[in-house]
C-alpha cells in the first residue's frame, strides 16, 4: 500500500522559516516524481513544486518561488519543502503527492501537515 | 497561462439523482492532460479521472469523465451518499505546470 506522511508543520511567525517532510512508503520511491500542493483554509488546491525522481528537474509556483526549495532523499524514501520568508497567505494544509508519469496524475497523496503563519 | 473554470460551485442534489459538473479551460487542452478528484472534509483529495476519461483503480463506474477540446464534464450517475464531496478538475501543462478549477461542491439537497 502506499503511503505517504507528512511533517513539520506548525506555528511559525511571518517572515519565519520550516521544513516540511514526507515519509513515502509502500513503492519504489526513486522512481517517482514527487510533488508539494497546498490547500488554504476553505479554498481550493494550490500545485507550489515538482521534482523528478533524481531531482534533476524542479519546477515551482510563482507564488513560492525564491522562497521555498524542494529536495528529497532517495535513500531515506523521503521528500522535503524548505519553506523560508513565511507570510501569512501561506498559511494552509501541505500535501506530498506522487506524480504518476503514465497516467499524468497526482496518484496518490498524503494526509496533509497544516502551516500556521502568524504572529 | 491555462486557468480552469469549475461551474456551478455549489450543486445540491438528492441521493440517487445524477450529478453533472462542468469544467472548462480557458484555452483548447489536450484531453490526456485532464483529470478529476474528489475530496471529502478533512481528508487528502482522490484520484477519480485521469485522461478525461479513464476511471482510476478502485473508482465506482457510477463516475464517468468526457469532453474535449475546453470543456469537460464529470456525471455522477446515481448519487450515493459518500460521493457528497468538493470536486477538482486538474491539468498537466507548461506553465503552470499543473492548476487546478477552483471547485465544485456537491452537496446534499
Known amino acids: 500500500e502506499v503511503l505517504l506522511v507528512e511533517s513539520g508543520g506548525g506555528l511559525v511567525q511571518p517572515g519565519g522559516s520550516l521544513r516540511l517532510s514526507c515519509a513515502a512508503s509502500?513503492?519504489?520511491?526513486?522512481?517517482?516524481?514527487m510533488n508539494w500542493a497546498r490547500q488554504a483554509p476553505g479554498k481550493g488546491l494550490e500545485w507550489i513544486s515538482y521534482?523528478?525522481?533524481?531531482?534533476?528537474?524542479?519546477f515551482y509556483a510563482d507564488s513560492v518561488k525564491g522562497r521555498f526549495t524542494i529536495s528529497r532523499d532517495n535513500a531515506k524514501n523521503s521528500l522535503y519543502l524548505q519553506m523560508n520568508s513565511l507570510r501569512a497567505e501561506d498559511t494552509a494544509v501541505y500535501y506530498c503527492?506522487?506524480?504518476?508519469?503514465?497516467?499524468?496524475?497526482?496518484?496518490?497523496w498524503g494526509q496533509g501537515t497544516l502551516v500556521t503563519v502568524s504572529s | 497561462e491555462i486557468v480552469l473554470t469549475q461551474s456551478p460551485g455549489t450543486l445540491s442534489l438528492s441521493p440517487g439523482e445524477r450529478a453533472t459538473l462542468s469544467c472548462r479551460a480557458s484555452q483548447s487542452v489536450s484531453s490526456s492532460y485532464l483529470a478529476w478528484y474528489q475530496q471529502k472534509p478533512g481528508q487528502a483529495p482522490r484520484l477519480l479521472i485521469y485522461g478525461a476519461s479513464s476511471r482510476a483503480t478502485g473508482i465506482p463506474d457510477r463516475f464517468s469523465g468526457s469532453g474535449s477540446g475546453t470543456d469537460f464534464t464529470l456525471t455522477i450517475s446515481g448519487l450515493e451518499p459518500e460521493d457528497f464531496a468538493v470536486y477538482y478538475c486538474?491539468?498537466?501543462?507548461?506553465?503552470?505546470?499543473?492548476?487546478f478549477g477552483q471547485g465544485t461542491n456537491l452537496e446534499i439537497k
Open positions: 521534482i523528478t525522481s533524481s531531482s534533476t528537474t524542479i
Open positions: 486538474q491539468h498537466y501543462g507548461s506553465s503552470p505546470k499543473f492548476t
Open positions: 509502500g513503492f519504489s520511491f526513486s522512481s517517482y516524481s
Open positions: 503527492a506522487r506524480w504518476e508519469q503514465q497516467q499524468l496524475v497526482f496518484d496518490n
